[in-house]
């Protein structure tokens, strides 16, 4: 076993199956937010004097929860014996019998490595936007989840099961068999001949649709599907990621091997009916039945969006990967980009960072290799042919000539065929001189509207 993957099922639960993954989500909410309620008060008891050590880590939240679950701040009753006497009873939480276990141990981990995610952000061991303190799940607005490990009992049978009452069933304990929609023939072979090994189930609730992920521990890909040791440094293919065309990719001779001008753009395509079903949940009264209609209707709309997005997503990576054993990607400061009014929703219908992620776990699975080319390098002023470096190149120049050898390229291959640059530190271009001087004219921002256009039609 060398690698993890997922298996996601649509299930198809009855009215009481549904009653119960309903219960076990709160329970995994409940959970959650008694365990970070026992590490405020840990924090409150040390400001105030010397108290025991505060649950952190995972193990340590399990441990406190297990004790406050059976304690008397859990659950207690009042007991009155035959001769008037009334004593007090500790029950702890009465209802923990209803729903697995694991449930709430699961939730404990996760608000664990929410800590530590806080605690690395904060001592700057974490990269990125800095991560605040866990806060408290609503019982409104946090999704339905909860997670489950496959554990082996003593017979050897694993608590996690496929197919076991019909070819289309998942097993779950403390829940029982749940139908899926799609064939599970796939992840029932590998399991029966040991190259997988299901780890936990992921059951969640999104746009009124009930699935289960089941992470799976599973053997290397067949040699056949691998792609061979390669040792030369050719081969090389650059993939460039844009808006108009959404991937081009070309080797370093600028023969291009892939061109993807037509992609969905499924957010734009859809821009029309999501303000439609936007309007609808703004005009109803808040705390309604019809608002959590309307607001479910708009719920369904995104997950189909962004489904289209992720399929698309799949589609292109597959080819890339499939073809090619070296592919080379730029580093792109996506979040930089989306600070861009006028460019954000493009790029984020893009989903670029998205796309290098499925590229970077399945060249990994592949055997293939997967390069980042520094986003500083010249690649589209450097000629592929004799490796000149132009010392400037506007952006409404769209042809790219060599002033020593004439090559003429358009420049979008120009940047993709440049593989050679892998490995090589590339510094930082000289950002030149201010761009406000004496003689710079200020640009004025926002928009001009004419002044007959109607007012539905200008900003608020």
């Given at each position: 076993?060398?690698?993890?993957?997922?298996?996601?099922?649509?299930?198809?639960?009855?009215?009481?199956?549904?009653?119960?993954?309903?219960?076990?989500?709160?329970?995994?909410?409940?959970?959650?937010?008694?365990?970070?309620?026992?590490?405020?008060?840990?924090?409150?008891?040390?400001?105030?004097?010397?108290?025991?050590?505060?649950?952190?880590?995972?193990?340590?939240?399990?441990?406190?929860?297990?004790?406050?679950?059976?304690?008397?701040?859990?659950?207690?009753?009042?007991?009155?014996?035959?001769?008037?006497?009334?004593?007090?009873?500790?029950?702890?939480?009465?209802?923990?019998?209803?729903?697995?276990?694991?449930?709430?141990?699961?939730?404990?981990?996760?608000?664990?490595?929410?800590?530590?995610?806080?605690?690395?952000?904060?001592?700057?061991?974490?990269?990125?936007?800095?991560?605040?303190?866990?806060?408290?799940?609503?019982?409104?607005?946090?999704?339905?989840?909860?997670?489950?490990?496959?554990?082996?009992?003593?017979?050897?049978?694993?608590g996690i099961r496929v197919g076991e009452r019909a070819p289309r069933t998942v097993s779950l304990p403390g829940i029982g068999a749940l139908a899926v929609r799609q064939d599970t023939r796939r992840l029932r072979r590998m399991l029966a001949k040991g190259r997988a090994k299901i780890v936990s189930a992921t059951v969640s609730h999104r746009a009124g649709r009930w699935a289960v992920s089941l992470t799976c521990e599973a053997a290397d890909l067949h040699?056949?599907?691998?792609?061979?040791?390669?040792?030369?440094?050719?081969?090389?293919?650059?993939?460039?990621?844009?808006?108009?065309?959404?991937?081009?990719?070309?080797?370093?001779?600028?023969?291009?091997?892939?061109?993807?001008?037509?992609?969905?753009?499924?957010?734009?395509?859809?821009?029309?009916?999501?303000?439609?079903?936007?309007?609808?949940?703004?005009?109803?009264?808040?705390?309604?039945?019809?608002?959590?209609?309307?607001?479910?209707?708009?719920?369904?709309?995104?997950?189909?969006?962004?489904?289209?997005?992720?399929?698309?997503?799949?589609?292109?990576?597959?080819?890339?990967?499939?073809?090619?054993?070296?592919?080379?990607?730029?580093?792109?400061?996506?979040?930089?980009?989306?600070?861009?009014?006028?460019?954000?929703?493009?790029?984020?219908?893009?989903?670029?960072?998205?796309?290098?992620?499925?590229?970077?776990?399945?060249?990994?699975?592949?055997?293939?290799?997967?390069?980042?080319?520094?986003?500083?390098?010249?690649?589209?002023?450097?000629?592929?042919?004799?490796?000149?470096?132009?010392?400037?190149?506007?952006?409404?120049?769209?042809?790219?000539?060599?002033?020593?050898?004439?090559?003429?390229?358009?420049?979008?291959?120009?940047?993709?065929?440049?593989?050679?640059?892998?490995?090589?530190?590339?510094?930082?271009?000289?950002?030149?001189?201010?761009?406000?001087?004496?003689?710079?004219?200020?640009?004025?921002?926002?928009?001009?509207?004419?002044?007959?256009?109607?007012?539905?039609?200008?900003?608020?």
């Amino acid at each position: 076993m060398a690698r993890f993957t997922t298996f996601r099922f649509c299930l198809n639960p009855t009215a009481e199956q549904e009653s119960v993954l309903r219960r076990h989500a709160g329970a995994a909410r409940f959970g959650y937010n008694q365990c970070l309620r026992l590490v405020k008060d840990a924090l409150d008891g040390k400001r105030g004097g010397p108290v025991g050590k505060v649950p952190w880590s995972g193990f340590d939240l399990i441990n406190a929860f297990n004790g406050w679950k059976r304690s008397g701040d859990a659950g207690r009753v009042m007991v009155a014996a035959g001769d008037g006497a009334v004593a007090v009873q500790v029950t702890g939480l009465a209802w923990r019998g209803e729903v697995c276990q694991q449930v709430f141990e699961e939730a404990a981990v996760d608000l664990g490595r929410g800590l530590s995610a806080y605690t690395a952000s904060r001592t700057g061991h974490r990269r990125g936007r800095r991560v605040g303190f866990p806060r408290f799940k609503s019982k409104k607005r946090a999704p339905l989840s909860f997670r489950i490990r496959s554990r082996t009992s003593a017979a050897g049978r694993a608590g996690i099961r496929v197919g076991e009452r019909a070819p289309r069933t998942v097993s779950l304990p403390g829940i029982g068999a749940l139908a899926v929609r799609q064939d599970t023939r796939r992840l029932r072979r590998m399991l029966a001949k040991g190259r997988a090994k299901i780890v936990s189930a992921t059951v969640s609730h999104r746009a009124g649709r009930w699935a289960v992920s089941l992470t799976c521990e599973a053997a290397d890909l067949h040699e056949a599907r691998r792609h061979p040791p390669n040792t030369s440094a050719a081969g090389w293919v650059g993939v460039d990621r844009g808006l108009s065309t959404f991937v081009a990719a070309a080797r370093a001779d600028g023969t291009p091997v892939l061109r993807v001008d037509d992609w969905p753009r499924p957010a734009r395509a859809a821009v029309a009916r999501q303000r439609r079903l936007s309007r609808k949940v703004t005009g109803k009264q808040r705390g309604s039945h019809n608002r959590a209609k309307a607001a479910a209707r708009l719920g369904r709309h995104h997950a189909r969006v962004a489904a289209i997005r992720r399929r698309f997503l799949h589609h292109v990576s597959n080819q890339l990967v499939n073809t090619h054993d070296r592919l080379a990607i730029e580093t792109l400061t996506i979040t930089g980009m989306l600070s861009n009014r006028r460019l954000a929703s493009a790029v984020a219908d893009a989903a670029w960072g998205e796309l290098a992620r499925q590229l970077a776990y399945k060249q990994q699975w592949r055997a293939g290799q997967l390069a980042l080319v520094d986003r500083w390098y010249p690649s589209t002023k450097t000629c592929s042919a004799c490796r000149t470096v132009v010392p400037a190149m506007p952006l409404y120049q769209r042809t790219f000539t060599c002033q020593v050898c004439g090559h003429h390229a358009d420049p979008g291959p120009q940047r993709r065929s440049q593989p050679r640059c892998l490995g090589r530190a590339a510094p930082r271009p000289d950002p030149g001189p201010p761009r406000r001087g004496p003689g710079h004219q200020r640009r004025p921002r926002g928009r001009h509207w004419p002044a007959h256009t109607r007012g539905r039609n200008r900003p608020r």
